[in-house]
Each structure stands twice: as C-alpha cells, then as structure tokens.
C-alpha cells in the first residue's frame, strides 16, 4: 500500500525551518550532510533561482548539499550565505584541499507584500533555519518557513486573494519512500478533485475562478508578477541518476499543474527540486507516481495549515455551506 502523510524526513536527510512573524517571511531549508544527487524544473516565467545552471545533465556537478526555499524575493537568497558557512564549519561540502565548498541550490518566492516589505531572510535567517535542522526541530506546516508570507488566487485583486503556506506531502510502497516540501504561492487557484477550494474570490463570496479571470484578459491582462511563485523540494531514496531526477522534477511540476489552475503562468517562477538520496533501486515510473502523490498532497497540506493574516483569509476560516467551504 501506498502510505500518505508523515512529518518525518527519510533517513540522511535533515529538514529545517525558521521565520519572522512580523515582517511574515522566512526559509526552510532540505540538508543531505553526504550529499544527494539532484535535479531541478523551472516551469515559471518569473523565476528567481540561485546555482541552478549547475544542476544541468550535462555540467559538472554530481552532488548537491543543501536546497533551500526563501521567501523575500532576490533578497531572500542571502539567506543561503547562512547555510553555507554553518555546513562549512561543520565540514560538509566538496572538498577543494583549502576547505569544503557546500553545494547549495536556491529558489526564492515573492512575500514583500505580506508584512514588512524591509526585512527579508537573510544569512541568519539561513543559519538559524539550517541549525533547526541539525537539531531536529519538527517541521510545522502552514506560516512558516519559505511559506510564511506565500498568498494565493492574485487574479481578481490582492483584496481577494488568499493566504497560502508551506505544506508537507510523503508517499511510500514499501521501503521506497518520497517526501515533499512545497510552498504555496500563486497567481491562480488551489484546487481538489476539480473543485477550487482556494484561491480568487468574489467580493459577494464564493471563489472568481482565476482561470476564467485570465483567459478573458486574453488581450491584455494585470501585472502580477510580482507576488508569486511556488517553491518545492522532493526528497526520494531512489537510486537515480542526474537525468532522472531532472525528469522525475518534471513529474512533480505536472503534478502541481493538476492541482494548481492556472500553473506555470508568466507571472509564476514555479521551481521544483529533488534529492536523491541512492539507498533503494526502483524504476523510474514507480518513483514518479510516489512524486505526483507526495507533491499534491504538500499543497493541499500547505493551504489547509494556513492562518488568515491580515486581508489574506485562510482556507479553514472561508465560511461554509452544505458542509463545505465556500
């Protein structure tokens, strides 16, 4: 059977998170302290990425240390500067003689809006985060870390919009296991079975249908590029190679567009990572039907922990009708 739903990371791998409630922003950040090989998807058109040309096939690079998620737009990824020099002095990285060199990928989601638009995740931030993780912190869904200022449903208005956050997602069939991090923050629509349960809404109540929205704006549309983008982080004990996981990334971004109406839009910087650890063979076809459940179920997680804060009102305080929410 296929098991959904745990809050604990696989073996070898730490997962930490940190935040600032006040300016609502923060990181969470994915350590394989030996290393995992890794692949990356960027659907977006607004991407906001760091050392991810690396992560190509064909360069170089065999092995990545750390992924980290950040809120705070591009100033966000100085928080990885944290990251690198706590995994440094714990002599994690390649080694170049001199010292270590960690292998740190990074992608950064849009929050200015949501809070504080002047304080952003910095270096502490990043090692603050990346010492929750060495210390085993719990990782807690909802406004925390790379989600705790992630909104959604921009299309008919910031006044309309929701408020999104990171969610935790996990699939396993047997000792084959994949877990996911995911935080929510997007132009369109959350959705379940096909029934949008979060996202736009109308001014009278009930959901405005971001696609519906877009697609009528077919001549000319708002600018909402500046408040988007979905973060995410697959974590698999698969053996695979560079390639693979660059595909199996690709799975996991189809399944964000099942989920997500609409994704991958110009506004979006979508970006999705995964870390393979290498400890169990499987086929690349099961691996990526554990990826599809994992990361679907990271979203739905994220957006049900959510908290209303400020205008941006959260899925588990939309009123309700017939017993569901509305």
């Known amino acids: 059977m296929i098991k959904k739903r745990e809050l604990h990371p696989l073996e070898g791998v730490l997962v930490g ?53 950040t809120g705070g737009s591009c100033f966000g990824l100085s928080s990885v500067i944290g990251v690198e020099t706590l995994l440094e002095e714990r002599g994690i990285g390649r080694n170049v003689g001199v010292t270590v060199v960690p292998n740190i990928s990074a992608a950064a989601l849009f929050d200015l809006r949501c809070g504080s638009a002047s304080r952003r995740p910095d270096a502490e931030m990043g090692r603050v985060a990346a010492l929750n993780a060495f210390y085993g912190f719990p990782f807690v869904s909802g406004n925390h870390g790379a989600g705790t200022g992630a909104t959604i449903g921009k299309t008919n208005g910031l006044e309309r919009s929701m408020k999104g ?19 929510v923050n997007c132009v369109g629509d959350v959705t379940e079975q096909g029934r949008i349960i979060a996202g ?68 979006d910087g979508d970006t999705l990572f995964v870390l393979a650890t290498g400890k169990v063979e499987a086929t690349q076809d099961a691996v990526g039907i554990l990826v599809r459940r994992a990361v679907q179920e990271a979203i739905l997680d994220g957006v049900r922990a959510a908290q209303t804060y400020g205008p941006y009102l959260a899925w588990r305080d939309l009123p309700q009708k017939n017993g569901k929410r509305c």
């Not at 408040?227 to 698969?238: H, K, P, Q, S, Y």
């Not at 996981?245 to 109406?261: P, S, Y």
């Open 200 to 267: 736009a809404r109308k001014q009278e109540g009930g959901f405005a249908d971001s696609e519906r929205i877009l697609a009528s704006q077919y001549q000319s549309h708002g600018d909402f590029f500046s408040d988007n983008t979905i973060l995410g982080c697959v974590m698999t004990n698969a053996i695979v190679t560079k390639d693979q996981a660059t595909r199996l990334a690709k799975i996991g971004q189809d399944a964000l567009g099942e989920v997500i109406h609409p994704a991958h839009s110009v506004f």
């Open 165 to 183: 956050g990171v969610g935790w997602g996990t699939a396993h069939i047997d000792s084959l296991r994949v877990n996911a991090v995911v935080a």
């Open 17 to 69: 998170q940190a935040e600032d409630l006040v300016a609502m922003t923060g990181c969470t950040v994915v350590i394989v302290p030996d290393g995992a090989v890794c692949g990356v998807s960027v659907f977006g058109g607004s991407p906001c990425t760091r050392d991810t040309d690396a992560l190509d096939p064909i360069s170089n690079r065999t092995l990545t240390h750390a992924v980290v998620l």
